[in-house]
DNA sequence: ACACAACTTGGAAATGTTTCCAGTAAACTG
DNA sequence: CAGTTTACTGGAAACATTTCCAAGTTGTGT
C-alpha cells in the first residue's frame, strides 16, 4: 500500500534519483524521462512521504498560515487565493487561527508543527503589538498578507485608498453622508483595522470635496448582519431622505439594502449605498463596493513566500493592491 | 543549532538507542539512566525531529483536530482540553478548521497534512450526512467529540438529559415558560445540532410534568449576543410576568440577563433564567445554567485517541458526559 | 559457586527521501 | 575525427530517528 520512489524508479525503469528529480521538477531531466517518470508515478498513485522528504532535504513542503479571523467569506477567499497558489508550486499548507491570546506563542514554540514547516504565510496581524521588535520569534521565512510590516515581505491592499473612492463617488449625490465602521472585537491585537483606513480615507477625501463627515455621522457595529442592521434602521429611521451610506464592509452593506427593502426605500434613489470587498453576492445584490481582489492578493503572497524558500534572499518587498469602484445599481445617479 | 539524538547520546554517555528509549517512554531503560538522559536533553534544549520519528517508526506523533466552527468560547474550551491532554502523552496537533464545504476532501486527500498524522479528532460533526457509511475514508484511528457515531469512539454529552434538568428546575416556577433554541447557520453537515438536543429534552419533560410548551415559545436565533437579545426584548415585552426562559446557550441567556436589566425587570423574581454550559462568566453573572465539563470532554476524546494510537484495537468506545444544574441567583426561588 | 532468567544497553539496520559524485552518451569544437 | 563540453542518469551517502539483535549485567534459586 505504501509506495516509494523505489517501486516508482523500477516501474519506470530508472534510477531513484531521477524520480527525486522529477519530484522536484529539476531541469535536467530529458522531457521523455520525465513524462515516463510522471505517468508511472500516476498509474500507481505515488505520493511522496513529505517527513521522508523533510528529514532528506530539510524541506517539508508546508506552510503554516497563521489567521486571525477565520470563517468570514474575506479570510475563505484568501485561503483560497493561498492554497491554490501553493497548490500549485506543490507546496502543502496547515492552517493555525489565532484563537486565544497564547496560542501564537505555542504555534511558534520549537517542538510545534508550525515551527517545523518551510515558512509562514501570516493573515491580518499587526506582530508588532505582540512582539516589540517587529518580528516573529523564527528563522523561516513569513510574508503578511493583508497587512503591512517593515521586516517581511508584505502584501496589503490601499484601504485607505478605498475610502477615498467611496467618498468622491458618494459627494456627487444631494442628501447626508453617513459611514459604518466596523468593531473587530474578536482579538485586539491589530493596531488599527483596515477598516479604520476605510474610514479615515473616506474622511479625508470627504474633507477635500468640501462636505465633511460629522463624528456623529459615523456608526461602529460589530461584524455580522444583524448589527449592521440595526445600525442601518438607525440611520434611516432619523435623518432626511435622501442620504448616502458608506459601509467599510459588505456584510454591513448589505444590513443597509435589507433595511431600506423593509423601510420601502429605493435603493439608489432614496438610499445609496457604497459597500467595501465587492465580494460575489454584491454583484448580483446590485450592490455598488470597492472591489477588493482578495484571492490575488493571496496569491502573490504565496508566491513571495515560494521565493523566498526558493532561495531569494533579498530585502523585505512590498506589494500593494490597489482596489477600485464597481458601480451598480445601489448607486445610480438619479438623472440617469 | 540543530540538535541531534546522537549528542544528547554522547552528553548523557549512553547509546543512541537509549536516549530514543528515553524519548519513547520505554519501561527498559534504569531510571537513572533515564533521568541523566532527561537531564542532557533539557540542558541541551533538545526537541526531536517529528519527521524522522515518522520516517522512522511510522508515528509522527501529530494529530490532526477537524473543527467545525471556530472561535466560540466552547471550542475554544475543548481545543485546551484536547491540546493539554495530547501534549502530556507527548502528541503535537495541528487545527484544520471546516470552513467551506469541500475542505474535508481536502484535509483527507492522501498527499496533505491531516492524513499524515497519527490520528484525527473531529468535533461536532456528524459525519452520515457528508459519508453514507458515516465513515471517514481514511484508516487513521478516528475519534469523535461532542457527538456520537456508531463506528468510531465518541465522547458526547447528554444534551437532552441537560434540557430535562432545565425543564424540571423551570417547572416549578409561576409564570409562563419560553425557550431560546440556537440556529447553527456556519454549515448546516449537522443532522442535529446539540440545540435541538437541548430544546427536545426540554418540551419532553415539561410534557411530563404537566405544563406542555407550546411551539409560539420557542424562538430560535443565531449564535450572537445582538441577536439574543433581540429574541429576549420579544419575549420580555410581549408576555405577563414573572416569566420563565430556558435559554439553549449560555451567550444566549446572557441576552436575557442584559434585556432584562435594560427593562428594569429582577432576574429571579420577574425573569428566572437558565443557560447551557456554564461557562466561567455565567458564576460572575449569577446565571443559573446547565453545566457541561468542556475541557473534560476534550480531555477524554484525547485519551480515547491516544489509546487507539497505543495499540487498543477493540470494538468502538462511547463515552456519556452527564450535565448537572448548578443553579445560580437567575433562579432563586421567590420564597427563599 | 553455577546455571539460567530478567534487565539494561550499545549499535547496526531500516525508514523514504534528497543530493552529490561519477560515469556514459550525445553534441559541439577545431 | 579526436578532444571537449554538455546533458542526463544511476546509485551511494546522508538525513534524524526507531527498532531489533546481540551482548553485558544483575539477580535468583540451588
Known amino acids: 500500500m505504501k509506495l516509494t520512489i523505489q517501486e516508482v524508479a523500477e516501474k519506470a525503469g530508472v534510477g531513484v534519483g531521477t524520480v527525486s528529480r522529477v519530484l522536484n521538477n529539476h531541469k535536467s531531466v530529458r522531457p521523455e524521462t520525465r513524462e515516463r517518470v510522471q505517468s508511472a508515478m500516476f498509474e500507481m498513485g505515488f505520493v511522496p512521504n513529505p517527513h521522508a ?9 508546508t506552510v503554516s498560515i497563521i489567521l486571525q479571523v477565520i470563517g468570514t467569506e474575506f479570510y475563505l477567499r484568501l485561503l483560497n487565493g493561498l492554497e491554490k497558489t501553493l497548490e500549485a508550486h506543490r507546496y502543502d499548507s496547515a492552517l493555525f487561527p489565532l484563537i486565544g491570546r497564547e496560542r501564537i506563542e505555542r504555534y511558534l514554540n520549537s517542538s ?7 515558512g509562514i504565510v501570516m493573515a491580518t496581524h499587526n506582530l508588532g503589538e505582540l512582539y516589540p521588535d517587529g518580528k516573529l520569534p523564527t528563522r523561516q ?8 510590516n517593515e521586516n517581511y515581505d508584505s502584501v496589503y491592499l490601499d484601504n485607505r485608498f478605498g475610502g477615498e473612492l467611496a467618498a468622491r463617488a458618494l459627494s456627487d449625490f444631494e442628501g447626508e453622508i453617513y459611514a459604518i465602521s466596523v468593531h473587530q472585537d474578536i482579538d485586539e491585537v491589530f493596531a488599527k483595522t483596515v477598516f479604520d483606513e476605510r474610514i479615515e480615507g473616506f474622511k479625508a477625501a470627504l474633507e477635500e470635496e468640501g462636505r465633511p463627515l460629522p463624528e456623529s455621522h ?3 457595529v460589530s461584524f455580522n448582519l444583524d448589527n449592521a442592521r440595526i445600525a442601518a434602521r438607525e440611520i434611516l429611521e432619523n435623518t432626511t431622505i435622501p442620504v ?10 448589505l444590513g443597509v439594502l435589507e433595511e431600506a427593502a423593509r423601510l420601502n426605500l429605493e435603493v439608489g434613489r432614496d438610499v445609496r449605498v457604497i459597500g467595501f470587498d465587492d465580494h460575489p453576492w454584491s454583484a ?16 502573490a503572497a504565496a508566491e513571495l513566500l515560494v521565493d523566498r524558500l526558493s532561495g531569494y534572499d533579498g530585502a523585505p518587498r512590498k506589494v500593494r493592491f490597489e482596489p477600485r469602484l464597481v458601480e451598480r445599481a445601489s448607486t445610480l445617479h438619479s438623472d440617469a
Do not use: C, W
Open 53 to 61: 522528504r523533510r528529514v532528506a532535504g530539510g524541506k517539508s513542503y
Open 112 to 118: 510545534t508543527l508550525a515551527y517545523q514547516s518551510d
Open 141 to 148: 521565512p513569513v510574508v503578511i498578507v493583508d497587512g503591512l
Open 218 to 220: 459615523i456608526s461602529t
Open 244 to 253: 448616502n451610506i458608506f459601509a467599510a464592509a459588505d456584510l454591513v452593506a
Open 284 to 299: 448580483e445584490r446590485g450592490l455598488t463596493s470597492v472591489h477588493q481582489p482578495v484571492e490575488a492578493m493571496g496569491a
